[in-house]
């Protein structure tokens, strides 16, 4: 590689002038790089939505649920399918496909597109797209990604009814933003308007002989008051709409009610495109809602309630300031150690170059911007510097020994290029394994470890041509030449510890293998994770579900509690509130398992400085006694809305036999509320609920004398009677405002089987419903859970301790203590598994990446023992970087994993270069003993330099405080600990191995 060195040395103004092209290219691609939160994912998830009008759990789990399972598993089993999961309830599937990460999504929904056509599903759940223009497709496949995470929530409110600001939304505000580039959708929830509701009175319409077909026959077309709806006669003598039925004016149980910061408000959210640039929409979309914000009334507001965009500029900006202060304290090390002006400028040179010429590849490969990139950029910083340092370190050397400057570059480039080369090289193969790694951490830290690997490459490449050719100026003409340079301070230090090193040379051994072996044993006290911090702002999550029937207003007073205590909370910044059916992804699965008007989710989002698990933990304390009919859980959300959070526990429960899988649920449960730890403790264990089962039957509906001319009408009429709805056409007129009429089920209030079956059908003529119809109240399952086409259910919760592997390790504890339950597999799930995989794939990477390294320096030594040697170097790092977890109170995570993985090529490179001097001065017909201290004394400086300028440069990261910060904050930390421990004992370790390895070596040879 020293070649290249003499190359760059030919032309020096051709060489300088190239390196100022390539800089102008490089600040081109930066400006041009996409930015984004994480990187690009490709989540492999797909979900399909089957709609099956009135069918009950078990029929909807039977003819539709199963059929598209076994569809997903027969097809896809063996081509990257992990896990299908179904839930079914009433009129509802929701069939879930996760594969394998790196699944071509496009090609699975494609696929699943063609084969759902294929599928014998029942007539009504084919017809039905032909009956409502709301349902387009039936099956619906619906693929999860990133576009579905929100880029921006707003809040829109002001002195109008809120179904007025819904009005004014949806006409004036979603049109003109939908039209911004890079904008995919802009969706609404809240602003439901209110309706007169009739309650239909079950008993007392069996008392008056009076049908849903006759109280919605009868409604007039227009009224001017409740009274008046009240007033309504049903056709018989002295018998009105009050005597069956109660009216108000009220939200219809499908609505939803939105409120930020416990304001009424409509919510609108804003999702970009795939390829869009996050921050640029996010800024285009704020100054679209500004030009808006100027034509709409006084009182009407827009107002910001989460930007993904802020906490991505706040990040950001911060990693910035980290690195700027990093490449300072490292220059500031160059200039200590050096002394001299001129030599911390020319090494300085190589920071800001090799970052942007990074950054010049991450354009040229589609990597964008982001939190890990950029961590990845900012924990280089302190490396990229180590090269240029060498090469000036041996250039200054040579230099002020009298040699000129063409005779110090190329010799030095010479003494120095392959040692540095293979350092380099060391360090970026180390990331080739994190390809095979897969799952949610390849996916995250394939672009980091590249962006570090194009950084390396690129610090290489200018401390062996640009470096050089500015060392021209490295010392000035004036001073005079030394022979002989005298040890300073720090070198008599080391040279003393040596010699007594090298006369103790096992002692020095024995106890580095003891406090190896302490390290591993200290893993047991920091405790195991996935990981640490967060990759969002910290937002924390309040689902409340009460009882099924539940009234919305019930559920609104329960949150309104809910919110007076988050206006007192000082670390809450806002929260927004989501009273009932949202129209969000996970409104539709609460509906999936029961939900509706009974439930209701609250967003907080936390201030920076706030502490989120300690927040989750307190609000979850005060909310305890809100409620006692249902249950509210409060979660952190520390995932950045990925589909995993590093803090869920999820234990999966499949059998054959609903009992047994209900046995060994409560079981379990019993169990895991005795473990500490384990917090907001649930099953969605499906329940048992009394539900009314109609069945109409042909031969008894023929034989019933209703009219031929009524029989049309009597679908409209069961689904009234069944589900409710809004009758079309009718509408009350209060105080000029319009209100339409919704007519509730009847049959949500039926107490008993006979009374059902006296229901009056029909209308003008009616009959009892059991004259039609075969009724029965059948006790079905509220809903019915598959896993891999088996029955389920599942147990979820949330870990409040650090050490997730001592808790999951706890959970199993119990899971093996359960008896014997042939027929009952019970599996990990959600975190658990992804943290087992995770930690044998890393693992693995790590075992990998040291045989590479092995590999490439045994080519570039053009030996193996030597090498050998050096590989030491790696478990010394481990020794400082466990201390370092212990001392900050870090758990062992994937971040610390790849803080590790990072170190075996970074250590190294003090190794390498003490180890080739050393076989140098043994070339030159020095003893091993001479060699060993003369090579020491030689390298001690440059390896200080790269150490400390590493170590420096890291801290601002490492003492990060901001969420998105946490993860490269472990990172930062692990290699800071092992860098420390692993350059005090490369300095000492390795000499007395290398000096025991050859001479008995020598020895043997001698015999």
């Known amino acids: 590689m020293w070649h290249l060195t003499k190359f760059a040395l030919r032309k020096i103004s051709i060489t300088i ?507 047991a006290l920091t405790g195991t994770s996935f990981m640490s911090g967060s990759m969002s702002e910290p937002t924390i999550s309040i689902s409340v579900e009460l009882p099924a029937n539940t009234e919305i207003d019930t559920t609104d007073a329960a949150v309104a509690k809910i919110e007076d205590l988050l206006k007192e909370n000082p670390a809450v910044r806002s929260y927004s509130s989501t009273i009932g059916t949202s129209t969000s992804m996970s409104g539709i699965m609460s509906t999936a398992t029961g939900g509706g008007s009974n439930r209701a989710t609250i967003t907080v989002y936390l201030n920076q400085d706030a502490g989120l698990e300690q927040e989750a933990m307190r609000i979850s304390q005060a909310c305890q006694g809100i409620t006692n009919t249902g249950y509210i859980s409060v979660s952190s959300d520390a995932s950045g809305g990925m589909g995993f959070s590093a803090t869920d526990l999820s234990i999966s429960i499949q059998g054959h036999n609903q009992e047994d899988i209900t046995r060994i649920t409560a079981q379990l449960m019993g169990k895991f509320s005795n473990i500490e730890g384990i917090a907001n403790l649930e099953s969605d264990l499906t329940t048992v609920i009394p539900k009314l089962n109609i069945v109409v039957d042909t031969t008894k509906l023929f034989d019933s004398g209703l009219p031929l001319d009524q029989m049309p009408q009597l679908q409209q009429e069961f689904i009234l009677l069944m589900n409710g709805g809004t009758l079309p056409g009718k509408i009350v007129t209060l105080d000029t405002e319009t209100y339409p009429i919704y007519i509730k089920a009847v049959t949500n209030n039926i107490s008993d089987l006979e009374q059902a079956q006296n229901l009056r059908i029909g209308f003008p003529q009616s009959v009892t419903l059991d004259k039609i119809a075969d009724v029965a109240m059948l006790e079905i399952p509220s809903h019915i859970s598959h896993t891999d086409t088996m029955l389920s259910a599942t147990i979820t919760g949330t870990f409040t301790g650090k050490d997730v592997g001592a808790i999951n390790r706890a959970v199993q504890e119990q899971i093996n203590a359960l008896p014997e339950h042939p027929g009952v597999e019970i599996k990990s799930a959600g975190i658990s598994e992804i943290m087992g995989d995770t930690f044998s794939d890393m693992a693995i990477a790590i075992s990998i990446a040291i045989i590479i390294v092995l590999l490439i320096v045994v080519i570039m030594m053009r030996s193996i023992i030597n090498p050998l040697i050096i590989m030491v170097s790696i478990p010394l790092a481990f020794i400082g970087s466990m201390l370092a977890l212990l001392i900050t109170g870090h758990p062992l995570g994937v971040s610390a994993l790849l803080g590790m993985l990072m170190l075996i090529g970074i250590v190294l490179t003090n190794a390498i270069v003490l180890i080739s001097m050393v076989e140098q001065q043994r070339k030159n017909g020095l003893s091993i003993r001479d060699a060993l201290i003369e090579g020491g004394r030689i390298r001690l400086r440059p390896i200080i330099m790269t150490a400390l300028t590493t170590i420096l440069a890291l801290i601002p990261m490492a003492i990060g405080v901001s969420s998105g910060s946490m993860i490269s904050a472990e990172l930062a930390i692990v290699v800071i600990g092992g860098m420390v421990t692993s350059t005090i004992l490369t300095l000492l370790v390795i000499p007395a191995i290398y000096s025991l390895v050859h001479r008995q070596k020598k020895e043997v040879l001698n015999k």
């Open 17 to 523: 002038l190239v390196a100022v092209i390539i800089a102008g290219a490089s600040v081109w691609g930066f400006l041009n790089l996409k930015t984004e939160l994480i990187p690009d994912i490709s989540f492999p998830y797909t979900t399909i939505f089957t709609i099956y009008p009135q069918a009950m759990p078990d029929t909807v789990a039977e003819e539709v649920s199963a059929p598209i399972e076994k569809l997903v598993w027969d097809e896809w089993s063996g081509k990257g399918l992990k896990h299908v999961t179904s839930t079914s309830s009433v009129g509802i599937s929701i069939v879930i496909a996760e594969f394998e990460f790196g699944t071509d999504m496009t090609e699975v929904v494609n696929g699943l597109t063609e084969s759902m056509g294929k599928l014998s599903l029942p007539q009504s759940v084919i017809n039905l797209p032909n009956l409502t223009d709301s349902i387009t497709a039936n099956p619906q496949i619906v693929p999860i990604n990133m576009n579905m995470l929100p880029l921006m929530s707003l809040g829109f409110s002001g002195d109008l009814p809120q179904e007025q600001l819904k009005q004014i939304a949806v006409t004036e505000i979603i049109p003109e933003l939908s039209k911004i580039d890079g904008v995919l959708r802009v969706d609404i929830e809240g602003g439901d308007q209110e309706q007169i509701v009739i309650s239909p009175d079950p008993a007392r319409m069996n008392q008056y002989g009076v049908s849903i077909a006759q109280i919605a026959g009868l409604l007039e077309f227009n009224y001017s008051s409740l009274d008046d709806v009240e007033n309504t006669p049903l056709g018989a003598e002295n018998i009105f709409l009050s005597d069956v039925a109660s009216v108000s004016k009220t939200l219809p149980p499908s609505s939803s009610i939105s409120r930020i910061d416990g304001q009424p408000s409509i919510n609108i959210t804003v999702s970009k495109t795939e390829d869009a640039n996050t921050v640029e929409v996010a800024e285009a979309v704020n100054a679209r809602i500004a030009e808006l914000q100027e034509n709409l009334k006084d009182g009407i507001i827009i107002s910001p309630i989460f930007d993904q965009s802020d906490y991505i500029k706040a990040n950001i900006s911060q990693l910035q300031e980290k690195a700027i202060i990093g490449g300072i304290l490292a220059i500031v090390v160059v200039f200590f150690f050096l002394w001299t002006v001129r030599a911390s400028l020319i090494t300085a040179i190589s920071i800001p170059l090799s970052v942007f010429i990074g950054f010049l590849c991450m354009r040229l490969t589609g990597t964008t911007i982001n939190l890990l990139t950029l961590s990845a950029m900012t924990i280089a910083v302190g490396r990229l510097i180590d090269d240029s340092i060498v090469i000036v370190e041996v250039i200054y050397r040579r230099m002020r020994r009298g040699e000129n400057f063409k005779e110090a570059a190329i010799g030095g480039a010479k003494e120095i290029a392959t040692p540095i080369t293979a350092a380099t090289l060391a360090t970026v193969a180390i990331f080739i394994p994190l390809a095979f790694v897969g799952g949610i951490v390849g996916e995250l830290f394939i672009p980091f470890a590249l962006t570090v690997t194009f950084a390396m490459l690129a610090s290489l490449l200018v401390a062996l041509t640009l470096v050089p050719a500015l060392s021209k100026w490295l010392v000035s003409s004036k001073k005079k030449a030394i022979n002989v340079l005298r040890d300073n301070w720090y070198q008599k230090i080391y040279i003393k510890a040596l010699k007594w090193t090298l006369g103790h040379r096992v002692t020095i051994v024995v106890i580095a293998v003891v406090m190896l072996l302490g390290s591993v044993g200290l893993i």
